[in-house]
T-cell receptor, first 113, second 109 residues
Framework: DVKVTQSSRYLVKRTGEKVFLECVQD?????MFWYRQDPGLGLRLIYF???????EKGDIPEGYSVSREKKERFSLILESASTNQTSMYLC????????????FGEGSWLTVV | QKEVEQDPGPLSVPEGAIVSLNCTYS??????FMWYRQYSRKGPELLMY????GNKEDGRFTAQVDKSSKYISLFIRDSQPSDSATYLC?????????FGAGTTVTVRA
């Protein structure tokens, strides 16, 4: 069974804190993604990685960075959290070949106060 | 203009009714079309996946794609209360998905 695991489901952080969201997949997928989901806006791509140490900006990368040191792990970093980054964050993964199924984790709910 | 437009609803139907969900898109470069179901506070799970115009059936679910009109639909027959969820259309271009905003569906027992 496919598995994308987001280790932190619910977090509350203070403005200005550095926040790490971790994601691990066990399917040997090349591609990994970070999305945020907000009511009325749907899912928006923050960053995308197609290989270890490789990354591409998505539609809304400002205020975020990512790290992919191992194939199975993709981390999202908020260098200095702000209240407008309160959201649900979704990690996903897929095989490199175009058109393969994209699998999602359960999501991480981040509240910045 | 968003690349993918989806009516957010909400949509409320009685048990047994047909649920009809739609999305339009503006970018003809999209290659694959998907529907995801998302229960409250859960990640999206893939329901249907297609890449060509026409219909694709899977049990009570039918996905329809019309590339000439840039329009996709999902039909749920004999709807059940367990179908109550948010349904997201998604389109793939170069490994990346673009999503609709999602339609919240409630099936009343």
């Amino acid at each position: 069974d496919v598995k994308v695991t987001q280790s932190s489901r619910y977090l509350v952080k203070r403005t200005g804190e550095k926040v790490f969201l971790e994601c691990v997949q066990d399917m040997d997928h090349e591609n990994m993604f970070w999305y945020r989901q907000d009511p009325g806006l749907g899912l928006r791509l923050i960053y995308f990685s197609y290989d270890v140490k490789m990354k591409e900006k998505g539609d809304i990368p400002e205020g975020y960075s990512v790290s992919r040191e191992k194939k199975e792990r993709f981390s999202l970093i908020l260098e200095s959290a702000s209240t407008n980054q309160t959201s649900m964050y979704l990690c996903a993964s897929s095989l490199r070949t175009t058109g393969n199924t994209i699998y999602f984790g359960e999501g991480s709910w981040l509240t910045v106060v | 203009q968003k690349e993918v437009e989806q009516d957010p609803g909400p949509l409320s139907v009685p048990e047994g009714a047909i649920v009809s969900l739609n999305c339009t898109y503006s970018n003809s470069a999209f290659q694959y079309f998907m529907w995801y179901r998302q229960y409250s506070r859960k990640g999206p799970e893939l329901l249907m996946y297609t890449y060509s115009s026409g219909n694709k059936e899977d049990g009570r679910f039918t996905a329809q794609v019309d590339k000439s009109s840039k329009y996709i639909s999902l039909f749920i027959r004999d709807s059940q209360p367990s179908d109550s969820a948010t349904y997201l259309c998604a389109m793939v271009r170069d490994y990346k998905l673009s999503f609709g905003a999602g339609t919240t569906v409630t099936v009343r027992a």
